[in-house]
């Protein structure tokens, strides 16, 4: 990260072969951020990563002639992409920080190189250049951690993923504590680019930071895709499964709600209702159909009401409505009660109701039609708003 003059053989082997890799990360990430559409945040990553890796090695090739210039960019960058990195979460979290953050965050970062820039001219004073990246790089680390705590628990279905990036966070930190305090303690120049084992650390640190943190932060957009992918089915299952007026099931969904009644453990004997609203045609075409949504909202709103867990309520098509009772007989028995006490006229509309006994083996469309039977021999017979009649 900073001061070095000369590396040992071995240590040049080691690094050679990790900056090879890292770089290899980098651009395949940095096409694929570029190149693919993705969401907000994989790009800062792509970014912020490339710079990383590019500012440290940078530092490590510096020479006695390079040294302003390679401590001030190879810094710059390593800080630079950490805080990108810190956007990147950010983003991706839809907490991106507004202009005026950044503008603060770029004079901060400003303000450290200059910094930088004057522990470097005049006196050498390596071990507080050091220590003045590390206060920012800890700094960043902080409110990385912080950030993907809290968006950890806004979006609980991505947790996995926030404690996968937090645990590479975390072990990369764990692997860069040895040289930090190896050279924060003072030690100098002469160790910072040995072959010695805080070194081998760093370097494991940065090659598992390049690999497996983009890893991690891939598998956090895998996550929240597969979630919206989920969703978006579940939408379109509800869409073709329900009525968009009542919101009751509609044909297809009562059938398949049948199919798995019939198909539990302990199955018993049920109760099929139809019920239809009267005059229905004559509701849309005097009281126009604004009238006619309305009285069927009121009645699938009434069926909804009444059906107990277990239960069966949808739009048949139309005007007919369709309640599956599946209860015990006394259960059934209430509940048809209570429906007859809602359909007594505050509906808007009148109903009439058929009535069926329905067994497991039996095909729904024949039950349908034998409650049909009972419902259009209450039409005939309506003396009162809602009539309920047994078939």
């Known amino acids: ?39 907000p945040g994989w790009r800062s990553w792509a970014v ?12 490590a090739l510096r020479t006695p002639e390079t040294q302003l210039p390679s401590i001030l960019l190879g810094n710059g960058l390593v800080m630079a992409g950490a805080a990108a990195l810190l956007h990147a979460f950010a983003r991706f979290g839809r907490q991106a920080p507004t202009p005026s953050a950044l503008l603060r965050h770029a004079l901060l970062l400003a303000a450290v190189l200059a910094l930088l820039a004057s522990l470097t001219v005049g006196a050498d004073l390596f071990t507080v250049r050091f220590v003045l990246v590390c206060v920012y790089l800890g700094a960043v680390c902080v409110a990385l951690v912080r950030l993907l705590v809290r968006q950890a628990r806004a979006e609980p279905t991505l947790r996995t993923a926030y404690a996968l990036n937090l645990g590479v ?18 030690h100098g120049q002469g160790v910072a680019f040995a072959l010695n084992v805080p070194n081998i650390l760093l370097y494991l640190g940065v090659t598992l ?18 979630q919206e992918v989920q969703a978006l089915q579940d939408t379109l299952r509800r869409q073709a499964l329900h009525d968009p007026l009542t919101a009751l099931l509609n044909r297809r969904g009562v059938q398949s709600a049948f199919s798995t009644w019939a198909a539990g453990l302990g199955s018993r004997a049920a109760t099929l209702l139809v019920c239809d609203i009267n005059e229905f045609k004559r509701i849309n075409d005097t009281r126009r159909h604004a009238a006619g949504d309305e009285c069927l909202c009121r009645l699938g709103a009434a069926l909804h009401a009444v059906a107990l867990p277990g239960d069966v309520a949808g ?25 007859d006490a809602r359909l007594d006229g505050s509906l808007g509309c009148t109903v009439s109701v058929g009535r069926t006994p329905v067994r497991v083996g039996d095909v729904l469309t024949d039950a349908v039609t034998r409650a049909d039977l009972a419902m259009y021999a209450s039409k005939l017979r309506r003396p009162a708003p809602a009539q309920l009649v047994s078939a």
């Open 1 to 39: 990260m900073d001061d070095g003059w000369t590396a040992e053989p071995g240590m040049v082997v080691m690094a050679g072969t990790v900056w090879a890799v890292t770089t290899l990360v980098s651009a395949l990430t940095v096409g694929l951020a570029y190149l693919r559409p993705s969401y």
């Open 315 to 339: 739009r048949w098509g139309g005007d007919e409505f369709v309640l599956l009772l599946t209860g015990t007989a006394a259960a059934v028995e209430a509940q048809v009660a209570d429906l």
């Open 209 to 226: 930071l390049s690999i497996g943190g983009t890893f991690a932060f891939w598998i956090l957009h895998a996550d929240r895709q597969r």
């Open 48 to 59: 912020g990563h490339a710079a990383v890796v590019l500012g440290m090695l940078i530092g």
């Open 169 to 186: 966070l975390g072990l990369v930190t764990l692997l860069t504590v040895p040289r930090t305090v190896m050279l924060g303690a003072g």
